[in-house]
């Protein structure tokens, strides 16, 4: 059995409940199969078994270190990130005259799973790098593709997303970063910037020949002052080195990095304090700057950003996921290999018997059947999400407006809970594996410490928890007169309608017991807005964050359950399935009477307008 991911799962997920086969009609996937689809998940499983998941640990313990001059990373990582490349992976997604493998979004992010939970440190740097990737492909111009993306694809370059500022934290309103313009380039208008970047991951390495930092900085008017908030935000192409005309690499820029952050996990990712503009190039009459160059408009950087970072939070779902999902599956292998007690009951008290395994116990099976519930309810979600960009992109090229209007808004209104859901949840189930393991499982000797480690960030990576419940509660489910509620409650509604009408009694009472929150969720959104006061409507959005996401996984298990209750009826008797569909169920009813309740008390409490957070000042502490 794989410590990484259950390929049974995988296959449930992807060719029994999101039939997957069927993107093979659109156009861009005709030449697609299952046959071709299992090659890639392969190709991805064997890698990072092989190459990423051995070096997990030492990652984590030697840790990048910066000795002024150079920082210095542990071999293995680089002969990981090669072999990822010259699979092509680093292009799955793209079309073939990028060289691509034009791969469905779903089943490329399903094989990107296994690196997630094999090493998520080493896997972080080509993941940025893709993402930055798809970000200039979007917005960039056919000479900046050229010079940065076609070697990022080719594994060459890396990229990185560079926002943050030690004075600004999360308020990018409030960065500093001057770009000030300098001439045309053949790489567009072309700035110098000067200011300080943190927390970006992959910052500095040795692993790439370049690296493509995508820089937030403001561009200062008329008058020489930036402008306040977010509208003077652009982004820019700051290369770590300069690129001429011919491709090869140029001159240094004035990128330098300050120091590293060290973290609690992730360890094996540089993190990195960047200053740009510091003086190792310098222009006529002799004011320091990095050179950049503009993407898309200026005053739109913020715009352009939100594509890398809305793939990046569904990213930092999936890995907050991967790396519940591999603790969950160590969790079970020590469960099911270690004997430990006896069983409660009669005789149970004879220390003359044997002890019996772990999973024997109640307790540890409820502690496994919550964490089967968290992981793999939120691998389903994430690779719903991934489908719905499939069907997304399928309907713009088709010209369908409406249903292309109708995926985005699901997807918009999906975003902050495929990134908060699973960074809360899957994090506490590697806080049960952690408990399954008893003494052992807090001590280096055990892998699942360091799972706990690396998930904890995840509630903060992307935008932290507080952030995607404001953007939940407040844009996503009122803008466009709350378009985007109403698509995913139609959307629910039509898996209640289903699961009632299937005549199964389990089915049908996991139903209504949805379809009764959904409704209170509706009714209490609607309370919120009506009080008239945003600061009392959003005083308690995590909350309303944690409800909503708790109500959306509930239907992604309806989903599973449906689905796991018609195959296992159709099996003949002795089926070697049948106790994978078995487990399904299980995993459903769990969550369904143990997780779904928990809902309505949050509801409760935001039908009260509570002020108890809002009112409470900062002397009573």
């Known amino acids: 059995m794989s410590l990484i991911l259950s390929r049974r799962d995988l296959d449930f997920l992807l060719y029994e409940w999101l039939d997957v086969e069927t993107l093979t009609r659109i156009p861009r996937y005709a030449d697609h199969s299952r046959e071709t689809f299992d090659a890639a998940l392969d190709t991805c499983e064997k890698i990072a078994t092989d190459l990423f998941a051995p070096h997990n640990k030492k990652n984590d313990q030697q840790e ?45 992010k399903a094989g990107f799973a296994y690196f997630k939970g094999a090493n998520v440190g080493t896997s972080s740097y080509p993941f940025l790098t893709i993402g930055n990737a798809n970000l200039l492909l979007t917005h960039g111009t056919p000479a900046q593709i050229d010079t940065f993306v076609k070697p990022e694809l080719e594994g060459r370059f890396f990229g990185t997303m560079c926002l943050s500022e030690p004075q600004a934290g999360s308020s990018l309103s409030d960065i500093t970063t001057r ?22 991951s992959a910052g500095e390495h040795e692993l790439s020949d370049n690296i493509v930092h995508l820089v937030l900085a403001k561009i200062p008017g008329p008058d020489g002052k930036l402008i306040p908030g977010v509208k003077g935000i652009s982004l820019f192409i700051v290369p770590k080195f300069l690129v001429n005309a011919d491709g090869s690499l140029g001159e240094r820029n004035d990128v330098v990095l300050a120091g590293l952050n060290h973290k609690m996990g ?40 939100f594509h890398m970072m809305n793939e990046a939070r569904i990213g930092v779902g999936l890995g907050a996921v991967m790396l519940g999902y591999t ?23 004879d220390p003359s018997s044997p002890q019996v395994k772990l999973v024997e116990h109640a307790d540890v099976r409820r502690m496994l059947l919550a964490q089967k519930s968290y992981v793999e309810g939120g691998l389903a979600l994430n690779l719903y999400c991934a489908r719905l960009v499939d069907e997304e992109r399928a309907a713009a090229t088709a010209g369908d407006t409406a249903e292309h209007q109708r995926l985005a808004l699901l997807l918009d209104i999906l975003t902050p809970i495929a990134k908060s859901w699973p960074s809360q949840w899957c994090l506490e189930a590697n806080s049960l594996a952690i408990q399954v393991h008893g003494g052992y499982g807090y001590t280096r000797e055990y892998n699942v410490e360091q799972f706990y480690r690396d998930n904890r960030l995840n509630p903060i990576h992307e935008g932290t928890h507080g952030i995607q419940g404001l953007d939940l509660l407040g844009r996503k489910v009122v803008m466009k007169e709350g378009a985007a509620f109403k698509a995913l409650g139609q959307a629910v509604q039509a898996t209640i309608e289903r699961a009632i009408a299937s005549g199964d009694e389990a089915l049908g009472t996991h139903a209504r017991a949805l379809a009764a929150r959904v409704a209170r969720l509706a009714d209490v959104t609607a309370q919120l807005w009506a009080a008239g006061d945003p600061a009392v409507a959003l005083a308690n959005a995590s909350v309303y964050l944690e409800a909503f996401g708790h109500v959306v996984v509930a239907w992604i298990w309806l989903e599973q359950a449906m689905l796991a209750q018609r195959a ?47 009112d409470m000042q900062d002397a009573w502490f």
């Open 568 to 614: 296992l009826a159709a099996l003949p008797s002795g089926h070697a399935d049948a106790d994978f569909y078995r487990g399904k169920l299980a995993a459903a009813d769990y969550f369904f009477r143990w997780e779904l309740p928990k809902v309505g008390p949050q509801l409760d409490l935001l039908a009260s307008l509570d002020r108890t957070t809002l």
């Open 179 to 200: 770009a000030e313009y300098e001439g045309e380039s053949p790489l567009g208008a072309q700035y110098r910037l000067r200011g300080n970047k943190m927390w970006i």
């Open 266 to 305: 992730y360890r094996g990712t540089t993190n990195c304090l960047l200053n740009f503009g510091e003086g190792t190039r310098y222009r006529p009459g002799g004011k320091p700057g990095a050179i950049g160059y503009l993407v898309g408009q200026p005053h739109q950087g913020l715009a352009c950003m």
């Open 327 to 349: 603790g969950y599956l160590h969790a079970l292998d020590y469960a099911r290999n270690r004997p430990q007690g006896r069983p409660v009951g009669p005789g149970g008290k």
């Open 64 to 108: 990048p270190h910066f000795d002024g001059d150079t920082v210095t990373i542990i071999p293995e990582v680089r002969t990981a990130l090669k072999a990822f490349c010259d699979a092509g992976l680093m292009a799955a997604g793209q079309d073939y005259e990028l060289g691509g493998m034009q791969l469905p979004v779903v089943v490329e």
